[in-house]
C-alpha cells in the first residue's frame, strides 16, 4: 500500500511538472526585429499613426534582478488599460552614457470602434537587459521610479 501511494504521488507530480505554466509577456528590449520577422505584441506596430493615443492606469511596478552574470534586469508593471480595445504599448529607450533608461507605456485605440467602457486589466515584464559598471536611473513615462546600481 505504501509503494503504491508513493508511486501515485511521483505520477502525480511527474504530470503536474509537465503542465505549461503562463506568465506575463516580455518584451525584448532590442529595437531589432526577430529572425522570425514579428515584433513583440506590446512594440510599436505599422498602422500604429491612425489610432488615438490613451493613458495607462499602473497600479504598480518592480524592478527585478535576475539571477544571471553579468546581472539582467527586469521591470515588472501591472495595472489597467481604459478599455479592452485599447492595445498597451511599450517603447525602451537605454542611454547608458547619461546613465538612464526610459520606459514609455501609453495605450492605442481606434476611434472609429465602439467598445464597453470598463478597465481592463494588465500584467507585463519588460526586460531592460545588462549594463555596464556605474548607477543608471530607470524611469517611467518620465518620472524616476528606480535606480540600478551595476557591479
Do not use: W
Not at 528590449?29 to 489610432?51: F, I, K, R
Not at 534582478?65 to 534586469?73: G, W
Not at 507585463?124 to 536611473?137: D, E, H, I, K
Amino acid at each position: 500500500m505504501k509503494r503504491l501511494s508513493l508511486t501515485l504521488l511521483f505520477f502525480i507530480l511527474g504530470l503536474a511538472a509537465c503542465n505549461p505554466v503562463s506568465s506575463p509577456e516580455e518584451i525584448p528590449v532590442s529595437s531589432e526585429t526577430p529572425a522570425s520577422g514579428e515584433l513583440p505584441p506590446y512594440a510599436p506596430q505599422a498602422g500604429d499613426e491612425q489610432l488615438i493615443r490613451g493613458e495607462v492606469y499602473l497600479d504598480s511596478h518592480d524592478l527585478l534582478i535576475l539571477e544571471s552574470f553579468p546581472p539582467q534586469y527586469m521591470l515588472t508593471l501591472a495595472g489597467s488599460l481604459p478599455t479592452p480595445c485599447h492595445q498597451l504599448r511599450a517603447m525602451i529607450t537605454a542611454n547608458e552614457t547619461a546613465g538612464r533608461v526610459d520606459v514609455e507605456l501609453y495605450t492605442l485605440a481606434d476611434p472609429e470602434v465602439m467598445c464597453v467602457q470598463v478597465l481592463e486589466p494588465f500584467e507585463l515584464n519588460l526586460p531592460l537587459g545588462s549594463f555596464a559598471a556605474g548607477t543608471v536611473q530607470v524611469y517611467l513615462n518620465n518620472e524616476k521610479i528606480a535606480e540600478i546600481t551595476a557591479p
